[in-house]
T-cell receptor, first 114, second 113 residues
Framework: EPEVTQTPSHQVTQMGQEVILRCVPI?????FYWYRQILGQKVEFLVS????????KSEIFDDQFSVERPDGSNFTLKIRSTKLEDSAMYFC????????????FGPGTRLTVL | AQSVTQPDIHITVSEGASLELRCNYS??????LFWYVQSPGQGLQLLLK??????LVQGIKGFEAEFKRSQSSFNLRKPSVHWSDAAEYFC???????????FGAGTRLTVKP
């Protein structure tokens, strides 16, 4: 069964450094998403992406975040200058169509900012 | 704004007992409703979803959920819990015209032998 994959599974970085989290969505899916889950808190929507542009973003997704689909398979989340409060589990998801289709989630990348 | 409340942070049931996890949502129109399960160290796996039609939906692993518009609820049920069901369960809601999925805080399920 096709699945969303994410790398790395755990990333440790120093505050102020840039990180790139990578995702490979399910191959025939057209919509891609990033969510985050701070330890002990809710899963929160960050951004959705379609046709090489952001379709929606939350108030969390500020200028330090960016997303990109650099090739036909990868979908990345970049955090330009990490802060301590960026430490969280980051989930990538994809869906086939926008309206009624389910979002399928990857296993997540745990980001630890020291 | 749409939101989801899961009133129970932690539930413990005995193996073989029935289970009901509560979910209440706040949304003006008919929402799209989901239940996801997260095992330790794993991603979110979809258990079931409701978009329209029959208000009792069947999911994987023997789970079902019932949409009750009058109560703004979408409770998850399983008649007989297995030890492997121990996990965190998340209810989520989104509207038909955007992709911003709102999650509840989650309910952690512990299964006693």
């Amino acid at each position: 069964e096709p699945e969303v994959t994410q790398t790395p599974s755990h990333q440790v970085t120093q505050m102020g450094q840039e990180v790139i989290l990578r995702c490979v969505p399910i191959s025939n899916h057209l919509y891609f998403y990033w969510y985050r889950q701070i330890l002990g808190q809710k899963v929160e929507f960050l951004v959705s992406f379609y046709n090489n542009e952001i379709s929606e973003k939350s108030e969390i997704f500020d200028d330090q975040f960016s997303v990109e689909r650099p090739d036909g398979s990868n979908f990345t989340l970049k955090i330009r200058s990490t802060k301590l409060e960026d430490s969280a589990m980051y989930f990538c998801a994809s869906s086939e169509r926008r309206s009624t289709d389910t979002q399928y989630f990857g296993p997540g990348t745990r980001l630890t900012v020291l | 704004a749409q939101s989801v409340t899961q009133p129970d942070i932690h539930i413990t049931v005995s193996e073989g007992a029935s289970l009901e996890l509560r979910c209440n949502y706040s949304y003006g129109a008919t929402p799209y409703l989901f239940w996801y399960v997260q095992s330790p160290g794993q991603g979110l796996q979809l258990l079931l979803k409701y978009f329209s039609g029959d208000t009792l939906v069947q999911g994987i692993k023997g789970f079902e959920a019932e949409f009750k518009r009058s109560q703004s609820s979408f409770n998850l049920r399983k008649p007989s819990v297995h030890w492997s069901d121990a996990a965190e369960y998340f209810c989520a809601v989104r509207s038909y015209n955007n992709n911003d999925m709102r999650f509840g805080a989650g309910t952690r399920l512990t299964v006693k032998p």
